[in-house]
């Protein structure tokens, strides 16, 4: 069986919350007073996380598994959860305790790392994430490197009049230490509902600011379902990505599949419905069964995410409660 959809699309990339909470309050994420956390018997179980991977992994064709939050580093069972997944598993992170869990989670099995970094000035970063924390992340993502979680791929959203003069600095700062940087367009997944495409930098604005480094397209790569597109700088071999969700879509070529901490299958990153895992895997549905539940979730799959419609309505769930 494979999560295959109506538009001949096959979900092959598990992305997998292991939790709602964040040591962060990144303003395009939640506001500085943090949201209402999920009650804990509503979150999947270390277990239940193991088995519903393995019914992906095992019996629905998923060849890669990405686990995300909030922040999934404050899971406390999270290296084991990493050990039990036995396919190519990845972890994106603000790598606050990484520093720590570096190493640990590299024996474990995990391959690579995805560290959201959206500025390299200390008082920029409290006003954007509310604490003081660079020093933490820098150190986590060097400890990345260091364990070979690599290549260590930085995540950056501008944002308008906050941090989009950055952009320069920050991808001079990844070709110097020899990680990959992806600038991120802005999407509508804030808690606060406060996203407006007015204020969004795009992908052409983004690039036009890196006019400096010589950006050639990258033909070295088939893109196909990655969310960036790549060029290279300076005639490579290193290489910037910008993901434009929102202005260069790609959901013709989607091949992923989510399931939030509590338990709900989601189609689409985007998407207004949700399918519980949680209730009949408690209530004693084989493994099979709930295959099945998950097929018929991703048969429902739109597409695209709409964004462009006027009828478009921001998901309720908010990045944190998703998952990246």
Known sequence: MLLDDRYGRVATDLRVSLTDRCSLRCSYCMPPEGLPWLPKDEILTD???IRLVGIATGLLGVTEVRYT?????LRPGLVEIVR???VHTSLTTNAIGLSRLAVPLAEAGLARVNVSLDTLD????????HRDRLADTLAGIEAAAAAGLTPVKLNTVLMRGVNEDEAPALLQFALDHGYELRFIEQMPLDAQHGWSRDNM???TEILESLSGFGLTPDLSTVRGSAPAETW???GGPARVGVIASVTRPFCGDCDRTRLTADGQVRNCLFARGESDLRTPMRAGASDAELAALWRTAMWGKLPGHGIDNPAFLQPDRPMSSIGG
Request: aromatic share 4%; no cysteine; proline share 8%.
């Open 47 to 49: 277990a239940e996380v």
């Open 69 to 73: 939050g909030g922040e999934p580093l």
């Open 84 to 86: 039990q997944t036995p």
């Open 122 to 129: 200390r008082d920029r970063f409290v006003a954007l994430a």
């Open 201 to 203: 930098v795009t992908a």
């Open 232 to 234: 290279l700088v300076g």
